[in-house]
């Protein structure tokens, strides 16, 4: 009998039956969910479908721990930053492999964890933050001694939502009157682009790592495509490209900061800015990327779906980045532009469905469907993924791409 894992479910994290595909029989999955699936009701009856579910909603700690071990899980997990200090608490509660509370909340909370890291001597941008609850005089104060231009960003958050390149104190002022989603704010130093080699490739890359024991091993660096403004994400390539002096102190840093943190055991996606001073962390997330896993799955067959639930049932995992792979996997989304209220028509995905090696072309959003690059990354209209055999004929699908879809907006 598959051992039983408890996934904490949410609107934002990955589709049911993705997951179910991807760890397959290996676990029985628990979906744990707080409510917030009886949104979508196609959602809430697939969950059933698909195994056993335990909804928590309206219940306390306790209540909840009770509720969920009724049902004896021998792991547990989250894969979106929503649900990570919720998994924390309930695997505190029923002794379960995860994140301790304090490690979970500095994971999400990017003041903190920023904080944590400076203090390790990380390296990184100069930082600033704001409490929700901060007065006209502290909101000023700050104005004023913030270094221009700079990254403003919800505290918590993630998927590119809410962050603002601003260049003055009145634009930050701005941005600080806006919705923080309640946890304050973080403001970083703006950090200059290190030169590409190439124009279709961003000059910062994620690492997939796995925490297992205490043990850090990483599984891959994933390379990403340029930000469409002011920082949506617009996929990612695996394997990337990074000069090869640079791959060790990457990966060191992210060890830096798995230790700084207090990471023990997890999946984790790191962000690096590659600047002209060398690498910087953007930033740690305490789960697995969004679309890194299914890439690396593409190119090598490594599984880190199935990692997430083996870490989580206390069992030892270790993961190679020099395993060999099978051309480069890429996901690209293509983002409508800020000014854009709604989409008016979209031509020329069949002709990308057609090119050698596009294995798929989804449409995020339909002609009459509203956009609002509020949404961060998930704002994209058509999202394109596929397998080629090398960079260089990457960067040119990239560019068929793009010039064979074509989109109107209102």
Not at 69 to 75: F, L, S, Y
Not at 95 to 114: C, F, I, M, T
Not at 300 to 323: H, I, K, W
Request: aromatic fraction near 6%; include cysteine; hydrophobic fraction near 45%.
């Amino acid at each position: 009998m598959a051992p039983r894992v408890a996934v904490l479910h949410h609107p934002r994290s990955f589709f049911p039956l993705d997951l179910v595909h991807q760890v397959g029989e290996r676990v029985d999955i628990v979906w744990v969910t707080d409510g917030s699936s009886a949104g979508d009701p196609v959602v809430h009856r697939l969950l059933h479908r698909l195994g056993q579910v335990v909804d928590l909603a309206g219940l306390d700690g306790d209540e909840a721990a009770a509720a969920l071990a009724a049902q004896d899980p021998e792991g547990i997990v989250s894969f979106v930053d929503d649900q990570v200090e919720a998994a924390a608490d309930l695997a505190h509660r029923l002794g379960l492999v995860y994140h301790s509370p304090e490690v979970a909340r500095n994971v999400v909370d990017k003041r903190l964890q920023r904080a944590a890291l400076d203090r390790a001597g990380l390296a990184g941008p100069r930082y600033w933050t704001l409490a929700v609850d901060a007065t006209t005089a502290e909101t000023a104060r700050l104005v004023d001694r913030v270094g221009y231009p700079a990254v403003l960003k919800p505290a918590q958050g993630s998927g590119s939502r809410g962050i603002l390149r601003v260049e003055s104190p009145a634009q930050l002022g701005r941005g600080l009157a806006g919705e923080s989603g309640g946890g304050g704010w973080l403001i970083e130093e703006y950090l200059e682009d290190a030169p590409q080699a190439e124009p279709w490739m961003a000059s910062y890359l994620s690492v997939e790592s796995v925490v297992s024991g205490g043990r850090t091993g990483h599984a891959a660096i994933t390379g990403r495509f340029p930000l469409a403004e002011p920082f949506r994400e617009c996929g990612n390539f695996l394997p990337g490209i990074i000069d090869p002096d640079l791959e060790q102190p990457v990966l060191a840093l992210v060890d830096r900061a798995v230790v700084a943190l207090g990471i023990e055991d997890a999946v984790i996606h790191t962000e690096v800015k590659l600047t002209p001073d060398g690498p910087m962390l953007i930033e740690i997330n305490g789960r697995l990327g969004g679309r890194p896993p299914f890439l690396l799955a593409d190119v090598s067959g490594v599984n880190l779906f199935q990692a997430a639930c083996e870490v989580a049932l206390g069992r030892p995992v270790r993961v190679d980045a020099g395993a060999p792979r099978r051309g480069v996997g890429f996901w690209l989304m293509l983002q409508p532009p800020v000014t854009a209220a709604a989409v008016a028509s979209v031509a020329g995905l069949e002709a990308v469905a057609g090119l050698a090696g596009v294995d798929s072309v989804t449409l995020n959003r339909r002609p009459g469907d509203p956009v609002d690059w509020r949404q961060g990354t998930e704002s994209h209209v058509v999202a394109v993924r596929g397998r080629v055999d090398d960079h260089r004929t990457l960067g040119e699908t990239v560019e068929c791409i793009r010039h064979q879809v074509t989109i109107g907006y209102h």
